[in-house]
Structures are given as structure tokens and as C-alpha cells.
């Protein structure tokens, strides 16, 4: 299990294209493996590149603020607008898909993440 720390990373560190970039943890919709590639996909449609492994990307991220719903995407949950069967939308239109191995635990960890956000008594 990862340890906390008191105070969450405000930036993700990657290399992409060469240059050393750093990119507002808040801005982060949602990060997905494709063709051997991280793509993090940010505000207003913005997309980074990286060979960066997605285990690498999970470390650097709040794990109590970002979900692996699948193998091959980790989810920002303040960017979720909705919570499907079979996908989580964010709040930019995307749909992500979740394993059906990961659907009842994915949505326990939504549920309980959004009541925690609103400060409602679970």
C-alpha cells in the first residue's frame, strides 16, 4: 500500500518528446495506455504523450483522488460527471471503460469518494 502524503502533488512529472514537462495534477481527466504510450488527457482537449509506464504515472497521483478502472486507463475523480454500468463519463464527454472485474469496486470507491467530496454523512 502507498503511504500519503500530507499534502498532495500539485504537479505530474513526465517526459514527452524529449522535454521535461510538469502538469497540474487538477487538469488531469484521465490517462490511457495506447500503441505502448501514455496519453493524459487534460482541459479543454489537450493531450500529452509519454513511454512513461502507467504504474509509474499512478505513483505520482493522489491514490485517493485518481482509480485504475482498467488495465489500461486511470480515472481522475474529480473530472467524473457520472458513473455508467459499464463506463465512467467525465465531465469533458469521455467515456472510460471498467473492467467487469473492477465494476463493484470502482463504483464503492466512487460512491464513497464523491460523499466524502460533498462532506455528506455516508
Request: charged letters at 20%.
Amino acid at each position: 500500500m502507498l503511504e500519503q502524503s500530507s499534502t498532495p502533488p500539485a504537479h505530474l512529472h513526465i517526459i514527452s518528446k524529449r522535454a521535461r514537462l510538469q502538469i497540474p495534477v487538477s487538469e488531469i481527466h484521465f490517462v490511457e495506455v495506447f500503441d505502448w504510450k501514455c496519453i493524459i488527457h487534460c482541459n479543454a482537449g489537450i493531450q500529452y504523450e509519454s513511454n512513461m509506464p502507467l504504474k509509474s504515472i499512478q505513483t505520482q497521483l493522489p491514490s485517493e483522488q485518481f482509480i485504475r478502472c482498467n488495465r489500461s486507463f486511470l480515472v481522475n475523480l474529480d473530472h467524473v460527471s457520472s458513473v455508467e454500468k459499464e463506463a465512467l463519463i467525465t465531465d469533458g464527454g469521455a467515456s472510460v471503460p471498467i473492467s467487469i472485474r473492477n465494476r463493484p469496486e470502482v463504483r464503492r470507491i466512487c460512491t464513497a469518494y464523491f460523499w466524502h467530496k460533498n462532506s455528506l454523512p455516508q
